[in-house]
């Protein structure tokens, strides 16, 4: 019993923290490779450790969609915030999806979080899920 409780706590606590400095995304662009657009097919497009192209660490990915030349292009990828220019806190607060017209840019700031919709679970749902795992047993 003892030693369930406290395997259900490491794994628990283990979903909190993120292993690595970067964050992995997509990197693609539709009129390029046409998986990359809506719909989007992560299993046929490349995701990259975005700490291999800068020098400092970035913790948001990019997907952009414009429409051009009488269609829609889509360009995912590592957005080019470092800390050296933005703070890991301003990157984390600038998530969000910004408008002009038919146009989007989508920052998030997990990993491969601009390809789909996200499955990830908070800290709030970890909490009620060990709650509940503990009261059963």
Known sequence: MASLSALLSVLTISLLF????GIRCYVCRSDELPDCGDPF????VPSSECDNFFTQQTFTCFKATQYAAGQYVTVRGCAPFTTDVFPGGMQKGMVGSYWKGVNVMSLCDFPNCNGAVSNKVGWLGCFALTVALLRLF
């Open 18 to 21: 993120r292993l690595g400095d």
């Open 41 to 44: 097919n992560p299993g046929r």
